[in-house]
Each structure stands twice: as C-alpha cells, then as structure tokens.
C-alpha cells in the first residue's frame, strides 16, 4: 500500500477513532478534504460559545439580525451565556455545546457567537469522528484560530475563519456569507491596492492555514499544529505590542514553520502599538526581518482581522495568493453537494 492509499485509509477509518485520539499533523499532511455542503435560507444555523462569553447582552440582538437579515434560523446552545470565570461555561458545557451542534441533523451550520480565550483548553477532549461523519460549515476567528487548526489537522475538514455571530455584519461580510454559503462561490479576495504593503513580489499557491498569531504560536508542538509544508499562512491579531508580536516570530520560526510555507499574508494587527516608540522596533521591521529573507511571495494589508470589514476564508482549502495585488483565489471547490 503506497502512502497515499495509507493516508486516504487513515481519513476513512477517522469516524470510529475514539475521543482520546489524535493524528499529528505530519500524519495528516495529505489527509484528504472534507467538504461541507451548503446551507439555504430558512435553514437553522448553530450558535455556540466555544471559547469566552458575551461581555453584555447586547451581542444575542445583533445576531439575531445578523441571521434575520439572510434568513436564517438560529438555535441556541444549550450552555451559552454561562460563565465560568474568563470562560462560556465550563469546558465540559462548552465540549457538550459543540459537539451537540455537529451532531443535530437540524442545525446545518455553526457559527460561533465570539472568541475570546480557552479553545486550547478542549483540543485533546473533542470527538473528531464525530465531527468528521458531520461535516458542516464552521465560521469564527480570534480564538475561534484553534478550532480551525484542529479540526483540519485531525479530520480534513474545511472550515471558516471569519465574522463572529455578534460582529457588526457588514453588507461586504453579508455579500461574501451569501456568495460562499449559498451559492458555493469563491468571493474575489482583494483589499484596497494603496492599503497594500508589499514585502516580497510574485504569486503563490497552498493549502491555506492561520488565523490568530497568539493562538496559533499557543498550540505550537502539539498534534494540532499544521504541518506547513505547501501552505500559504495568513495571520492577524489584537492587543500585542511589537516586542510580542516578535517573540511569537521567533516561535513560528524556530518551530521550522516559516521554512515550509510558499506565501505569507498578514492582515491587520488592531491596537499593537508600542507604548514607547522610541525604544521599539515597528510591526513593519518584525515582518522584513522575519518575512523578507524566505525570499517567497508575501504581502501585508489583507481585510483580515479584528476588523468589521474582513474576509471569510477557507482554512484548508487550496489557493492562490498575489502579493502584487494583494489578492487571494480559491482553487478548489470547497463544498460537498447537499
């Protein structure tokens, strides 16, 4: 048996693993897609809190338009708006609540309602066979970044990284979610050009992988790391003063990740200022030294991050980035026929 075979073999046999176990993401490498099927209107949409909870009330509102506006169907889950400290509910709650959406026929998509902080936390405790017998469209980001890596390492599922439940919907946000989700289009994946920063010209095509850098570099060494070997990495993030944004570097780094990726897209880094400028290096000299010399198609200024405006992409999904334009295509079909 030839490894491809072995590899398609592994994903099969994914449905009757028990909840402890786990691939690492070398094994996984070539671990066939699983495509979601698309969702209509009138369908019922799950909505979750995975990781933090509301910090007032007014996000359940803003949803709710956000859904009524696509119309769409929402259920709740059972556990959202629990606390438990800093987090929605205790991990148990929150494990019950996302795998109970993947597993009821009803709810044919599951959005997350924030992020916030303690994804990691249930890695090791999901049901990933489960997931992978009920592939359904998955959307969120921030700390939502660790879901996304996960699920795609241990299944191959395509997932979503992307506007929150409770995020302002945007029309640009609701245009991408109806041409996506709907009708099964890939949406032109451009920023303006004079936002554009280019670090290194050309173009470049992977299996897109990224989200959040503070999470993603969180999980680094574990089973649900990407293996980045032909991969484009987009990243983002909030809150991080320049000199963490450059330990998360170095990480990213010394773990051998940048060496594999063929393309590097960075989006917005919101309220990542240096409290002292002049005793600082800026995000721009953090990205030339750690981007520039890997010689490979990279970009800065992509509508990715804490942002209203920003994109929903396929993590997992193959593409095609150019950095001259600041754009991003889909290659694939990344959808299953419902």
């Known amino acids: 048996m030839n490894k491809r075979t072995f590899i398609k073999t592994l994903g099969v046999g994914m449905a009757s693993l028990p909840l402890s176990n786990t691939f690492s993401s070398a094994a996984t490498r070539d671990m066939p897609a699983i495509r979601p099927p698309l969702i209509r209107r009138g369908d019922t949409v799950g909505i979750i809190t995975p990781s933090s909870a509301l910090v007032d009330d007014k996000g359940y509102s803003i949803a709710e338009d956000n859904f009524k506006a696509l119309g769409l169907r929402i259920k709740w ?67 939502i970044t660790a879901f996304h890596q996960a699920i795609q390492t241990q299944t191959g599922l395509i997932t979503f990284h992307g506007a929150v439940a409770n995020s302002p919907w945007t029309p640009m ?24 920063r280019i670090l290194t010209p050309g173009k470049a095509e992977g299996r897109l992988f990224g989200g959040n850098l503070t999470v993603l570099t969180g999980i680094a060494g574990s089973a649900y790391f990407p293996d980045f070997e032909d991969s484009v990495l987009f990243l983002e993030d909030i809150g991080e003063e320049p000199y963490r944004i450059d330990r998360m570097f170095s990480q990213l780094a010394l773990s051998g990740a940048l060496k ?39 970009y800065q200024g992509a509508l990715i991050g804490h942002m209203d405006e920003q994109f929903i992409l396929p993590i997992g999904a193959r593409v095609q980035m150019d950095a001259d334009k600041g754009s991003i295509t889909v290659l694939e079909n990344i959808f299953s026929k419902r």
């Open 173 to 196: 946000v609701i245009n991408q979610f109806e041409q996506l989700f709907f009708e099964g289009k890939s949406p032109t994946y451009a920023a303006d050009q004079e936002s554009i």
């Open 260 to 298: 594999k990726i063929n393309g590097f897209i960075f989006g917005k880094c919101s309220d990542c200022e240096a409290k002292n400028p002049d005793n600082s290096l800026t995000l721009e000299q953090i990205l030339d030294d750690y981007i520039r010399p890997l010689d490979i198609p990279a």
């Open 77 to 143: 889950g059972k556990h959202v708006g629990k606390k438990n400290g800093y987090l929605a509910g205790t991990d148990e709650e929150r494990i019950a609540d996302l795998q109970g959406m993947f597993s009821d026929p009803e709810v044919k998509a599951i959005v997350c309602l924030r992020g916030g902080s303690g994804a990691a936390r249930l890695l090791d405790r999901l049901d990933y066979g489960l997931i992978a017998r009920n592939p359904k469209i998955f959307l969120g980001y921030s700390d």
